[in-house]
């Protein structure tokens, strides 16, 4: 029998720990900016978009948005916002455990593109790496597998 309550402590303390790299290297780094920085990029990873320094916030605060929503919504797995199979939402701990999993993810993915932002500001590298398209895919395939499985299971 899996353990969710110990899955759920591990991965909160993964959280905590993402939710706080990304707020302490933005911190540490946010002097050190100039004052026009990228703000998107293509799909070939590349910056195509400028402004403000003042957008490296960005991403600290929709994860931190993100972190509070999540959070709530793992503790409440009947929430309307929480859009699985009811095969899932059936069974409260591993609805958490998913919704917890989905955080992980995100905060990870942010983390990473903050550090590359990071990286090519101080020319470091030019683009971002195909390691951040790569974590979109093996979220977004995970989300669709784990929905797909539990809905077909018997």
Do not use: C
């Not at 939710?19 to 998107?40: A, D, Y």
């Not at 993810?105 to 683009?127: A, D």
């Amino acid at each position: 029998m899996i353990n969710y309550k110990n899955i759920n402590k591990l991965l909160l303390i993964i959280q905590v720990l993402l939710f706080l790299f990304l707020w302490i290297f933005t911190i540490i780094h946010f002097s050190e900016l100039p004052e026009i920085i990228p703000q998107h990029y293509g799909f070939d990873g590349k910056p195509n978009v400028y402004g403000n320094k003042s957008m490296i916030w960005t991403l600290p605060i929709i994860g931190s948005l993100l972190f509070l929503l999540l959070n709530h919504v793992s503790k409440n797995t009947d929430s309307e916002l929480l859009n699985i199979s009811p095969k899932i939402k059936a069974k409260p701990e591993l609805a958490r455990t998913f919704v917890n999993a989905l955080l992980v993810f995100i905060l990870f993915l942010f983390s990473r593109i903050l550090f590359e932002e990071i990286k090519i500001i101080k020319g470091f590298q030019e683009s971002l790496s195909f390691f951040v398209p790569t974590i979109i895919i093996v979220m977004l395939v995970s989300i669709v597998g784990f929905n797909t499985y539990y809905h077909y299971k018997k």
